[in-house]
């Protein structure tokens, strides 16, 4: 499997401009997570789904930040406009849902550094 | 609510000697920890969890981490430090609220081993 898929891997672009991450988790995990990582605030969840349904959302930070998950295979984050306070590594990462007291681990994906000019 | 907390931001070791990362955690039920590595410019890697069991978990690398419920710590730990395993420790506990894979990480600790 070539694990959690994220493109683009750096991402420069200007203030007021519409930027989009997009993900692909591993095939058969059933749910997916955006985080984003900054030195100031560390690691935050924003946004997490199962079954491809948004479940809690209480960490994008604003308006701006909006997620999608379209399929199984495919998640995007838009940031629109985007802000120079938005520079980070959003990672986006899979689970597969635990059975009983199982509980599965997080996969992350690579990382898309995103500045914002 | 639950929490993880990492008490050294930075552990300094020499290559060779063991290596001890600190967590503690706080949960109202049973705890699910984790310990995930990130080394530069890389995504969060697994290492280990504990879900129930052997109090003695484990992992990835050489690296084993032992829960104790008495002292709600969950202290990562290595025999021998390799400077290879110079990288960004985390903690992490299941949310409990609900059935889902949620996890709370923690602020981390840098791991520096020197040769």
């Known amino acids: 499997d070539a694990g959690v898929i994220q493109s683009p891997r750096h991402e420069v672009t200007e203030m007021g401009q519409e930027v989009t991450l997009r993900c692909k988790p591993i095939?058969?995990?059933?749910?997916l997570f955006w985080y984003r990582q900054t030195m100031m605030r560390g690691l935050e969840l924003l946004i997490y789904?199962?079954?491809?349904?948004?479940?809690?959302d209480s960490g994008m930070p604003e308006d701006r930040f909006s997620a999608k998950m379209p399929n199984a295979s495919f998640s995007t984050l838009k940031i629109q406009p985007s802000e120079p306070r938005d520079s980070a590594v959003y990672f986006c990462?899979?689970?597969?849902?635990?059975?009983?007291?199982?509980?599965?681990?997080?996969?992350f994906g690579p990382g898309t550094r995103l500045t914002v000019l | 609510a639950q929490s993880v907390a990492q008490p050294e931001d930075q552990v300094n070791v020499a290559e060779g000697n063991p290596l001890t990362v600190k967590c503690t955690y706080s949960?109202?039920?049973?705890?699910?920890l984790f310990w995930y590595v990130q080394y530069p410019n890389r995504g969060l890697q697994f290492l280990l969890k504990?879900?129930?069991?052997?109090?003695l978990v484990k992992g990835s690398y050489g690296f084993e981490a032992e829960f104790n419920k008495s002292q709600t710590s969950f202290h990562l730990k290595k025999p021998s430090a390799l400077v290879s395993d110079s990288a960004l420790y985390f903690c992490?506990?299941?949310?409990?609220?609900?059935?889902?894979?949620?996890?709370?990480f923690g602020t981390g600790t840098l791991l520096a081993v020197q040769p």
């Open positions: 990462a899979s689970s597969l849902g635990g059975q009983g007291f199982g509980f599965n681990e997080q996969f």
């Open positions: 992490a506990v299941r949310d409990e609220g609900g059935a889902t894979n949620k996890l709370i």
């Open positions: 949960v109202s039920g049973n705890p699910y």
């Open positions: 504990y879900i129930t069991g052997d109090n």
């Open positions: 789904f199962n079954n491809n349904v948004p479940i809690d």
């Open positions: 095939s058969g995990h059933d749910y």
